[in-house]
């Protein structure tokens, strides 16, 4: 069992908390049951499984099959454990898995690109809602928060592993791929004349959604095939960006079974 600080391996793991750390180790971290139960699922490759004698009495089946899905497991400490996990009550396991060098989006379907966004949170959101409604995949811009930042995974309840996803080294011309695919590009603006539900979803779409605080930049904004609004009642500024996103996501499931 794994009870120093200063264990080679403890010391690596942390590391991953940081975004440079986490580019030069080309790795990140899987946090708690719910995360490590959705990468076996789909047999996502790991790196290192750390547990506690606890966790392992109570996960005896998960315990096994994250046994047959990564190179390296360790017994380790209540204390190393809460020493290599972000959250402030780790459930007693803690994962890191390469990062996949093979993050293909496909252009059909529906699709969201992110730009600027900086809350992990609000990303994990969006990537649990668009799973959910049955996107075909993400783009996020390169300026934006970590697509593997341990919040994103958490917030994605999982769904991370479930969703086309990558990150984008020139979000304009992944749109132009995109439009020369034949697919409609959606921004929501304030200023729009139609709404979102006027849009014919039915296509093949991609959204466009922008900054927390600033929205879409406007050179990808002019980008758009169709600027849409989401109507707020006076005196309501706006809406959060993930909330945003499910509107226009479950508005395009809704045509697509129903009209």
């Given at each position: 069992?794994?009870?120093?600080?200063?264990?080679?391996?403890?010391?690596?793991?942390?590391?991953?908390?940081?975004?440079?750390?986490?580019?030069?180790?080309?790795?990140?971290?899987?946090?708690?049951?719910?995360?490590?139960?959705?990468?076996?699922?789909?047999?996502?490759?790991?790196?290192?499984?750390?547990?506690?004698?606890?966790?392992?009495?109570?996960?005896?089946?998960?315990?096994?099959?994250?046994?047959?899905?990564?190179?390296?497991?360790?017994?380790?400490?209540?204390?190393?454990?809460?020493?290599?996990?972000?959250?402030?009550?780790?459930?007693?396991?803690?994962?890191?898995?390469?990062?996949?060098?093979?993050n293909q989006v496909p252009l059909t379907g529906l699709l969201l690109a992110v730009e600027t966004l900086q809350d992990p949170g609000n990303l994990g959101t969006i990537i649990r809602t668009a799973a959910a409604a049955g996107a075909s995949g993400l783009w996020l811009s390169d300026d934006s928060v970590d697509l593997d930042h341990p919040k994103v995974l958490r917030a994605s309840a999982g769904q991370w592993f479930r969703l086309n996803k990558a990150v984008s080294q020139d979000l304009k011309a992944t749109v132009e791929q995109c439009q020369q695919a034949g697919i409609q590009v959606i921004a929501t603006l304030p200023t729009a004349s139609f709404t979102y539900w006027q849009v014919d979803w039915r296509k093949p779409s991609l959204i466009l959604l922008g900054n927390?605080?600033?929205?879409?930049?406007?050179?990808?904004?002019?980008?758009?095939?169709?600027?849409?609004?989401?109507p707020l009642s006076p005196g309501v500024e706006s809406l959060n960006v993930a909330i945003a996103a499910a509107l226009m996501l479950y508005e395009a499931q809704r045509q697509n079974i129903y009209s």
């Amino acid at each position: 069992m794994l009870t120093s600080l200063q264990n080679s391996l403890v010391k690596q793991i942390r590391k991953l908390h940081s975004t440079k750390e986490r580019n030069k180790q080309n790795l990140f971290l899987l946090e708690g049951t719910h995360l490590l139960e959705a990468a076996c699922a789909v047999a996502y490759p790991l790196e290192t499984v750390c547990f506690t004698p606890q966790w392992q009495s109570t996960h005896p089946q998960l315990w096994d099959l994250a046994c047959s899905c990564c190179d390296r497991v360790e017994l380790v400490s209540e204390e190393v454990l809460a020493a290599i996990a972000t959250t402030v009550q780790p459930d007693g396991v803690v994962a890191t898995a390469r990062r996949s060098e093979e993050n293909q989006v496909p252009l059909t379907g529906l699709l969201l690109a992110v730009e600027t966004l900086q809350d992990p949170g609000n990303l994990g959101t969006i990537i649990r809602t668009a799973a959910a409604a049955g996107a075909s995949g993400l783009w996020l811009s390169d300026d934006s928060v970590d697509l593997d930042h341990p919040k994103v995974l958490r917030a994605s309840a999982g769904q991370w592993f479930r969703l086309n996803k990558a990150v984008s080294q020139d979000l304009k011309a992944t749109v132009e791929q995109c439009q020369q695919a034949g697919i409609q590009v959606i921004a929501t603006l304030p200023t729009a004349s139609f709404t979102y539900w006027q849009v014919d979803w039915r296509k093949p779409s991609l959204i466009l959604l922008g900054n927390e605080g600033a929205g879409l930049s406007d050179d990808l904004a002019a980008m758009a095939d169709t600027q849409v609004k989401i109507p707020l009642s006076p005196g309501v500024e706006s809406l959060n960006v993930a909330i945003a996103a499910a509107l226009m996501l479950y508005e395009a499931q809704r045509q697509n079974i129903y009209s």
